[in-house]
């Protein structure tokens, strides 16, 4: 079971290009939710989907586009690269938006925007 | 505004001692609260949470305590083991909401 797995591991972008961040899970998970954890800076909700064809806003959107065509598939967008988008990505995902529903995430994308 | 805070960064302790993890939070609409581990190189993964009807959940050698007059959790570890060296992220989340907002974390050193 392979749970919820990010492609790539790293990767390394020039100022200006675009690049999709893949996201999968296979637990039939509902709900999927991107972060962003810079250094220091603890994990910050990009967007998040409560299902296929939904998607929302979390604390920290711009910059990013989101879509959800089906339950296990939720990559991540961005379209002209900057260097404030240097971070580490982390894709989650839960059963349900029950209160307390443990997250299961992902190993994580480093990206470097130079 | 951050609406998780966790004031320390880093904290350092002996093998066998206790460990104490603090939270604090501002939003009084938050009524559930977890904390996640998370090592280098690999996302985090979940270890305790509690509702915010119980002041106190208990699991193993971690107990987590709840102070809803303060705004205050904390997560304490005993004893402490070198395995439990990691990064510690409080999360907390409304009722009836998606979003889990997460803290910045303390990094935990357990000292031989």
């Known amino acids: 079971n392979a749970g919820v797995t990010q492609t790539p591991k790293f990767r390394i972008l020039k100022i200006g290009q675009s690049m999709t961040l893949q996201c999968a899970q296979d637990m039939n998970h509902n709900y999927m939710y991107w972060y962003r954890q810079d250094p220091g800076m603890g994990l910050k909700l990009i967007y998040y989907?409560?299902?296929?064809?939904?998607?929302d806003k979390g604390e920290v959107p711009n910059g990013y586009n989101v879509s959800r065509s089906t339950t296990e598939d939720f990559p991540l967008r961005l379209e002209l690269a900057a260097p404030s988008q240097t971070s580490v990505y982390f894709c989650?995902?839960?059963?349900?938006?029950?209160?307390?529903?443990?997250?299961?995430f992902g190993s994580g994308t480093q990206l470097s925007v130079l | 505004d951050q609406q998780v805070k966790q004031n320390s960064p880093s904290l350092s302790v002996q093998e066998g001692r206790i460990s104490i993890l603090n939270c604090d939070y501002t939003n009084s609409m938050f009524d559930y609260f977890l904390w996640y581990k998370k090592y280098p190189a690999e996302g985090p993964t979940f270890l305790i949470s509690i509702s915010s009807i119980k002041d106190k959940n208990e699991d193993g050698r971690f107990t987590v305590f709840l102070n809803k007059s303060a705004k205050h959790l904390s997560l304490h570890i005993v004893p402490s083991q070198p395995g439990d060296s990691a990064v510690y992220f409080c999360?907390?989340?409304?009722?009836?909401?998606?979003?889990?907002?997460f803290g910045k974390g303390t990094r935990l050193h357990i000292l031989p």
């Open positions: 989650a995902s839960r059963l349900t938006g029950a209160v307390g529903e443990k997250l299961f």
């Open positions: 989907s409560v299902g296929a064809g939904i998607t």
């Open positions: 999360a907390a989340s409304p009722n009836r909401d998606d979003k889990i907002i």
